[in-house]
């Protein structure tokens, strides 16, 4: 029996896409190491990355972008963002363990919320890697395209250094435009140009 797990990484940023991960293990692999991406060092999630990418039955990943989190809430662009995953795996599997409190809509699946399963399930804990290290990249990539905010480093947070950058230069297409700083910022441009 197929069983994927499924987890998103990048709810709490204020910039960049949310990203989702699905992974299906074989039923007696033997890849050691796999944990909760958040208990992982970098070296030690893109290495493991690798192996699962290597050995998995199948995995996918799916994003949804800085317009989808505006326009949806983030629950329901991480929720979209988990469902592109499942689907985009090249057989559908018989079964998904769903990270978190809730179940996917319109999900053509049987599936199942696991609270905490990236600590519970292997196959949510492999997701959760490979949807970090996903992100992870895709904020090295906007770093080139956006320099002046220090993506890669703090990978969208709102860090100090970000929040700083941000006032200094305002908010790029990557930014979340509904997030409170990034809001926050807008509102005093739009109060300024009345003045």
Request: charged letters at 20%.
């Amino acid at each position: 029996m197929w069983i994927a797990g499924v987890d998103e990484a990048g709810r709490g940023p204020i910039a960049g896409p949310v990203v989702a991960a699905c992974v299906v293990l074989p039923p007696r692999h033997t890849l050691a190491g796999i944990a909760d991406s958040k208990q992982l060092t970098p070296a030690q999630r893109e290495a493991l990355y690798a192996a699962i990418t290597q050995r998995a039955l199948a995995w996918a990943i799916g994003l949804a972008s800085p317009r989808e989190i505006e326009r949806y809430n983030i629950l329901q662009a991480s929720l979209q963002a988990m469902r592109r995953a499942i689907l985009a795996l090249p057989i559908p599997p018989q079964r998904v363990l769903v990270d978190g409190k809730h179940a996917i809509p319109n999900l053509p699946l049987p599936q199942q919320a696991v609270v905490g399963g990236d600590a519970l399930e292997e196959s949510i804990a492999a997701a959760s890697i490979l949807a970090k290290v996903a992100r992870d990249r895709i904020m090295r990539e906007l770093d080139r395209l956006y320099p002046q905010y220090g993506f890669a480093q703090h990978k969208g947070y709102p860090t100090p250094l970000h929040l700083t950058r941000l006032q200094m230069y305002g908010a790029c297409p990557a930014h979340r435009r509904t997030y409170a700083p990034v809001a926050q910022l807008r509102l005093l441009a739009a109060a300024a140009e009345v003045e």
